[in-house]
T-cell receptor
Framework: GAVVSQHPSRVICKSGTSVKIECRSL??????MFWYRQFPKQSLMLMAT?????????EQGVEKDKFLINHASLTLSTLTVTSAHPEDSSFYIC???????????FGPGTRLTVL | AQSVAQPEDQVNVAEGNPLTVKCTYS??????LFWYVQYPNRGLQFLLK??????LVKGSYGFEAEFNKSQTSFHLKKPSALVSDSALYFC?????????????FGGGTRLMVKP
């Protein structure tokens, strides 16, 4: 149980285009999903907390207009990187918490490469 | 505020020997503590957690961790290391007062198990 999927697993795009990453909780309902960014050989950096039906809460320094987050249902959250640039290239990981739970379960990650 | 420190960037151990990966934390209230493992180009896999109860917590793949309140530590241990245990390990903490379930991660420790 507690499986989280991400799609796509890998994406390469041209500078200036927008990329959407999906995060789904497959066998549970998640009121809260989290989006992280991980640079090579570094820890996870929390970008935003996404609550179903409400606006996401962004961490300091994360541009909300750049990284659009939508949490439309209890099983799906999306992260859209708008007008992507090479410096946005990174490994993006989502996680989800079961309603009332205390553990975050992580997706497999999406590697974004912006040319 | 909550924080986590993993003092070792890398731990090297021979297969069959016991391993320890260190973690210390800081929270204002009572801690919820977690260990996750990450394999290359993958998301994080949950290993174990301490919420309350016994200080020695047993988790997946033969791993265990001991919560030590006086030393504010939560070191990860395994009696006999396997080559397949080689991966990146993250310790994370959440203050029980944190209703948003937000985790703070340590910088990660790379475990290398040599045959």
């Amino acid at each position: 149980g507690a499986v989280v999927s991400q799609h796509p697993s890998r994406v390469i795009c041209k500078s200036g285009t927008s990329v959407k990453i999906e995060c789904r909780s497959l066998d549970f309902q998640a009121t809260t999903m989290f989006w992280y960014r991980q640079f090579p050989k570094q820890s996870l950096m929390l970008m935003a907390t996404s609550n179903e039906g409400s606006k996401a809460t962004y961490e300091q320094g994360v541009e909300k207009d750049k990284f659009l987050i939508n949490h439309a249902s209890l099983t799906l959250s999306t992260l859209t990187v708008t007008s992507a640039h090479p410096e946005d290239s990174s490994f993006y990981i989502c996680s989800a918490s079961v309603v009332g739970g205390d553990t975050q379960y992580f997706g497999p990650g999406t590697r974004l490469t912006v040319l | 505020a909550q924080s986590v420190a993993q003092p070792e960037d890398q731990v090297n151990v021979a297969e069959g020997n016991p391993l320890t990966v260190k973690c210390t934390y800081s929270v204002s209230g009572n801690p919820y503590l977690f260990w996750y493992v990450q394999y290359p180009n993958r998301g994080l896999q949950f290993l174990l957690k301490y919420i309350t109860g016994d200080n020695l917590v047993k988790g997946s793949y033969g791993f265990e961790a001991e919560f030590n309140k006086s030393q504010t530590s939560f070191h990860l241990k395994k009696p006999s290391a396997l080559v397949s245990d080689s991966a990146l390990y993250f310790c994370a903490v959440r203050d029980w007062n944190n209703a948003g379930n937000m985790l703070t991660f340590g910088g990660g420790t790379r475990l290398m198990v040599k045959p």
